[in-house]
């Protein structure tokens, strides 16, 4: 089993910055996949970023340039830097990670940005 907890989340002014972790803990193989979607009210979960073990990214377009997904294998963590946060930001971002075709979740930290 895999475990994954979130934390970094909170209030911010749009234009701001927050920085969320994700730590993985469990029987964890060495060749994942690790990334961010997010939830917003109302709406649909989507993808946010996804990085996978030798590095490679991929970032939704609503936020390529302003978020940067990146992690540390040796700690089994991944951390998604969010920079000039929009009120359309405003969302509960989960964490995943995904091994042997399989997805493990995280409990979901929430991101607010404000006027």
């Known amino acids: 089993q895999v475990q994954l907890v979130e934390s970094g989340g909170g209030l911010v002014q749009a234009g701001g910055s927050l920085r969320l972790s994700c730590a993985a803990s469990?029987?964890?193989?060495?060749?994942?996949?690790m990334g961010w979607y997010r939830q917003a009210p109302g709406k649909q979960r989507e993808l946010v970023a996804t990085?996978?073990?030798?590095?490679?990214?991929n970032y939704a377009d609503s936020v390529k340039g302003r978020f940067t997904i990146s992690r540390d294998n040796a700690k089994n963590t991944v951390y998604l830097q969010m920079n000039s946060l929009k009120l359309e930001d405003t969302a509960v971002y989960y964490c995943?990670?995904?091994?042997?075709?399989?997805?493990?979740w995280g409990q979901g930290t929430q991101v607010t940005v404000s006027s």
């Open positions: 995943f990670l995904n091994e042997l075709g399989r997805d493990y």
């Open positions: 469990g029987s964890i193989f060495t060749i994942n996949t």
């Open positions: 990085i996978i073990s030798g590095g490679s990214t």
